[in-house]
Structure formats: structure tokens, C-alpha cells
């Protein structure tokens, strides 16, 4: 639906093409029209990997999911503040403050899998299949994000 809604927006506010055939926007309705289709969120350049599997991504994408994948690009606290806040999202009946070593497990084998260990990247593969991460926290199911997660170890470890 966002889509629709920046084409229709986009040839609203798109001015007639210029004689090389090229088109031209304003660049202040242009930023209002990304603010008002990706909610002010600021918009990420696509990867040359990401190009590619562009086409294989579900549509339209959970907003976990998207989460996830800003914190598996993410690094440092920046990342371990995403994955928190997603993992508590996702296990509302499992509290951080009960549960931190669920938290904290979770956390390593995130981090481990995307540096490209074995076991964790397959544990968390595993996660990403079943919807349940090793420890017992409640996960998404994507076959995508499996998929981008072994794509993101590929590119990390050249």
C-alpha cells in the first residue's frame, strides 16, 4: 500500500518531462513525500546484495522484520538496543528483567551467527525456521531473512 502510495504521489507531483526525457522533482516535495510514505524514517542505500535479492523479499515486510534487519546491519549497543527491544516485543509474557539470561543467549548467538560462526549461524537459521530461538524466546518465521542472513555472513567474511 506505501508503494501505491508513492507512484500516485510521485505522478502527482512530478512536473512534465524535460525534452531529453528525463524527469525532474522538487526536492522539498520529493522529502515530504518519503517522510509521509516511510513514516519520517530515513531511507537506507541498497547494498549491491541487497539489489539483487530486492526481488525475492516478501511484500509487505512486518515491521519485526524490518526491525531485524536494521539491527543485524546495526553494530555495537546500537544493535543490542534493536534486537532487545524486538525480542521483548516479540515475547511480551517473558519479561527482560525475569528473563535476562533468555536475553542475553539470544544476544551471543545473534552476534556469533553474523560473524559467521557455524553453530550459531545455523542455530539461528534454525530460529528464523521455526519462529523459536534455541533458548525458548518466541522468533519471526522467514525463509527470506534466512536467506539475507547467510547473504550478510557471505559479504562480512570477504
Avoid at 510521485?10 to 513514516?39: C, N
Avoid at 549491491?48 to 516478501?58: L, R
Avoid at 544476544?107 to 559467521?116: E, T
Amino acid at each position: 500500500m506505501r508503494l501505491l502510495s508513492l507512484v500516485v504521489l510521485l505522478s502527482l507531483s512530478a512536473p512534465a518531462a524535460e525534452p531529453e526525457g528525463s524527469i525532474t522533482l522538487d526536492p522539498a516535495e520529493m522529502e515530504d513525500i518519503k517522510r509521509s510514505v516511510f513514516g519520517g524514517g530515513a531511507l537506507q542505500p541498497v547494498s549491491p546484495q541487497g539489489a539483487d535479492s530486492i526481488a525475492n523479499e516478501p511484500s509487505p515486510m512486518t515491521e519485526e522484520q524490518q526491525q531485524w534487519l536494521r539491527a543485524m546491519s546495526a553494530e555495537g549497543d546500537i544493535q543490542t538496543i534493536l534486537l532487545l527491544e524486538l525480542m521483548q516485543r516479540l515475547n511480551p509474557g517473558l519479561p527482560m528483567n525475569e528473563y535476562p539470561r533468555l536475553y542475553a543467549e539470544a544476544l551471543v548467538l545473534h552476534r556469533s551467527a553474523a560473524d559467521g560462526e557455524p553453530i550459531a549461524l545455523a542455530n539461528l537459521e534454525s530460529g528464523l525456521r521455526s519462529g523459536v530461538l534455541p533458548g525458548g524466546l518466541a522468533f519471526m518465521r522467514s525463509e527470506y531473512l534466512v536467506s539475507h542472513l547467510r547473504r550478510m555472513v557471505e559479504a562480512h567474511s570477504h
